[in-house]
């Protein structure tokens, strides 16, 4: 199980999108999954070795890193990306029961695979509402997680076992400043994209309506 | 989803591209991608590590460390060739958007007479004119606007193509001047001037594929207003004899009503 697990179920989904639609895959694709993938990961990789305080105390520097870092940014950026990519499953899972059921009494139940009717036309809109919600809830989550979007170079811990106000120094903050900015950039043009295909939506007309 | 995924996507976009599309996709892939999994990823693997500084002061290291290196050559590469591939889906895109409304056309049975079925029109190779020549041309356009950004970038960052063995640094809370060392500069700067190079190459392959573009057009063009000038002078001559035949015919028919009944 890895990503490519979620790459094979959303390439699915594919057919069964809007252009939109799939113009947000193609972005999920290359600008999240894969960026993740060959550049994110790394530069977290290292995060709690690299992370050094200005004393000897034993203990202080995993309570001060336990204390900034309650969960680690790329580990958030993964939730969000499963998150995100669930509800476009909802749309599989209707396709698949109503063939399920379209073998079972021998007819047609959809013109062709990219026409939205009767019920598919809900499932789709229920999705993108999630998919938007998912979207906008990590965003705010990473804003009061880490109070703001940036990575400071030092950070000033005086918890226990600590014996005082001591310095703490994040490895690369500046890189993980312009890759957490990017997600941010990136997450934003995708609720843009959703808010557009369900303006888009309202305009294909609904045969139950 | 890694490079492999990305391969299988613009490899997509190969059969509707020119033969200097295709060589860059080969340069892309070979000399780009591959070089920076199989060897670039591992010369850089370390580089925080053992990356070390005259001091024994906490935080030194990783302060000079951020301040030399705000975003690393890895990154930086990665980056570049996300960004350099990307224009190339648009040309996918317009391309499965070309093939989904002919085979909407093909089940209102309007092109019936061209396409024996469905499967024939995913098969056709989609040739670069009309509004493809335009989404082609703009997506080698900011192939080149990226490539050349990212080089200017690096060397923004990195004052040069060049990694010194070491380097001064003086920032709170390094005590004093501190030397800091890098690990393996000769062979991260080989590896700089190696990436460097191949980005020139497929540069200069885009600029090539443009100019061909340009110049295919203008060539159909002439081509299209030579064909022009001839076929007006047979028609001004058609009318001139349609214009006699006329007043022959009208002249003959005086001459008959004229006849005393």
Excluded at chain 1, 172 to 187: D, W, Y
Excluded at chain 2, 58 to 76: A, E, M, W
Excluded at chain 2, 129 to 158: D, K, N, P, Q
Aim: proline share 4%; hydrophobic share 45%.
């Amino acid at each position: 199980m890895s990503w490519m697990f979620l790459r094979d179920l959303l390439t699915g989904v594919n057919k069964y999108s809007t252009g939109i639609g799939r113009i947000w895959l193609a972005v999920v694709f290359v600008f999240r999954l894969l960026v993740y993938m060959v550049a994110a990961e790394h530069v977290w990789k290292d995060e709690q070795k690299e992370f050094e305080c200005n004393v000897k105390q034993p203990g202080c520097e995993n309570v001060c890193f336990d204390h900034f870092f309650p969960i680690s940014q790329v580990r958030l950026w993964a939730l969000q990306l499963i998150m995100v990519s669930m509800p476009s499953l909802l749309v599989v899972l209707h396709v698949a029961y109503h063939e399920g059921r379209e073998k079972r009494h021998r007819k047609s139940q959809y013109v062709s695979p990219g026409m939205m009717d009767g019920d598919l036309w809900y499932t789709y809109l229920i999705s993108l509402i999630v998919k938007t919600g998912f979207e906008i809830g990590f965003l705010v989550l990473f804003y009061k997680l880490y109070d703001g979007f940036g990575v400071p170079y030092l950070m000033k811990c005086d918890l226990k076992p600590c014996p005082n106000t001591v310095d703490c120094f994040i490895s690369k903050p500046t890189e993980k400043t312009i890759f957490i900015l990017f997600l941010v950039i990136i997450s934003c043009l995708c609720i843009v994209l959703n808010f557009i295909e369900l303006s888009f939506l309202n305009t294909i007309c609904n045969p139950v309506w | 989803m890694d490079w492999g995924t990305l391969h299988t996507f613009i490899g997509g976009v190969n059969k509707h591209s020119t033969s200097i599309g295709k060589v860059w996709i080969t340069v892309i892939f070979i000399f780009r991608v591959m070089i920076l999994v199989v060897a670039a990823q591992e010369v850089w693997g370390d580089e925080q590590e053992d990356f070390v500084c005259n001091t024994l002061q906490p935080g030194c290291k990783n302060v000079c460390y951020d301040h030399f290196f705000p975003v690393s050559h890895i990154r930086l590469w990665a980056l570049q060739l996300i960004f350099v591939s990307t224009p190339a889906l648009l040309v996918a895109m317009h391309v499965a958007y070309y093939r989904h409304e002919t085979a909407r056309k093909f089940r209102r049975g309007e092109k019936r007479n061209e396409f024996k079925d469905l499967e024939d029109i995913k098969k056709q190779k989609v040739r670069i004119e009309g509004s493809l020549w335009w989404t082609y041309t703009s997506s080698i356009f900011f192939r080149i606007i990226f490539e050349a950004s990212f080089m200017y970038v690096f060397y923004f960052l990195y004052n040069g193509y060049h990694l010194p063995w070491v380097l001064k640094c003086g920032i709170d809370p390094c005590p004093n001047l501190v030397d800091c060392f890098i690990s393996r500069p000769t062979e991260k700067t080989v590896f700089t001037i190696f990436m460097i190079s191949a980005s020139v190459i497929c540069m200069l392959l885009n600029v090539a594929e443009l100019c061909y573009l340009l110049l295919k057009v203008c060539f159909r063009r002439s081509k299209r207003t030579q064909t022009q000038r001839n076929h007006p002078n047979h028609t001004l001559k058609e009318s001139k004899q349609n214009e006699m035949n006329e007043l022959i015919s009208d002249s003959g028919q005086n001459a008959i009503t004229g006849f005393p009944s």
